[in-house]
């Protein structure tokens, strides 16, 4: 695995007129280039660790794969220097990829959808009736949520430059927390451990992001069968748009004892 962070020399100063020179630590940001049986798919802009689950998470959120069963093997491609290329095998049952999924330029890491070809091609049908889903929960559990992922942001403590998801049950323990200078490979990370795991779909749990929710992370969670997801900042209207046609509890600005609820209210119970 490649490092995750770096030390780099900064000038410090102050209005005060205080000057020095000093390390800093900084998330490193590299690509990753993800390949399905030696094709080049698209390359994607991350912070390393847990390529494999970024790699099965991301394959999961386009439709291509929904359970461990479909992966054969995940592997880093020996023809390249350093571990920044990834061959994904599918199952003989797994169609592959359409050709129009392939990405034409690079991922950034503040874009999960950047290269799609068409409007068309950002809505993935989806697998499972997240409406039916009949967890509840309550404001109190919810608010605490944001101090729970913000005690497992480990890499952000030493940064300040990392984005973070992390999967909760109904009854607000973590089962997984991942980081990442990208939002959306986060989520990826979250989602490919539990596909790996067997656990799809996400029936019950709540996905949690340390920044805004945007379409992009809203179609991530549906993809994955989540039936509320929760955000420190704002959702964009098409995220809540996403939402509620996909029956999901949407819920924004979920900070200190106070949240907006914006589709779903239906499971936030007093």
């Known amino acids: 695995m490649g490092r995750i962070t770096v030390r780099k020399p900064v000038l410090r100063l102050s209005t005060a007129g205080v000057r020095g020179r000093r390390p800093d630590t900084l998330a490193v940001e590299e690509p990753l280039e993800i390949r399905v049986a030696g094709r080049p798919l698209t390359i994607t802009m991350r912070t390393p660790g847990d390529d494999f689950d970024l790699v099965a998470g991301f394959l999961a959120a386009e439709g291509v794969i ?64 997240i409406a039916a889903d009949p967890v509840e929960l309550t404001p109190e559990m919810l608010a605490r949520l944001p101090e729970r992922l913000r005690r497992a942001q480990r890499v952000f403590d030493r940064t300040g ?76 209207s098409l995220a809540v748009d996403l939402a509620e046609d996909a029956g999901m509890t949407l819920v924004g600005f979920l900070r200190g004892e106070t949240m907006n609820v914006y589709t779903g209210a239906h499971r936030v119970t007093s």
């Open 66 to 129: 929904a359970r461990a069963d479909d992966l054969v093997a995940l592997r880093y491609c020996a023809d390249t220097a350093e571990q920044n290329t990834l061959d994904v095998v599918l199952a003989d049952h797994v169609p592959p990829p359409a050709p129009g999924m392939a990405r034409a330029f690079a991922t950034t890491s503040a874009c999960g959808v950047c290269g799609k070809s068409s409007i068309e091609a950002l809505r993935v049908e989806r697998r499972y009736d």
């Open 161 to 236: 430059g990392l984005h973070a998801a992390a999967l909760f049950d109904a009854s607000g323990e973590p089962l997984a927390v991942r980081e990442d200078v990208g939002r959306h490979n986060a989520v990826d990370k979250v989602v490919g451990w539990a596909l790996r795991a067997g656990l799809l779909p996400l029936t019950g749990r709540i996905l949690m992001v340390s920044g805004r929710a945007s379409f992009e992370l809203t179609q991530k969670a549906a993809q994955a069968g989540i039936p509320v997801l929760a955000a420190v900042s704002a959702p964009s």
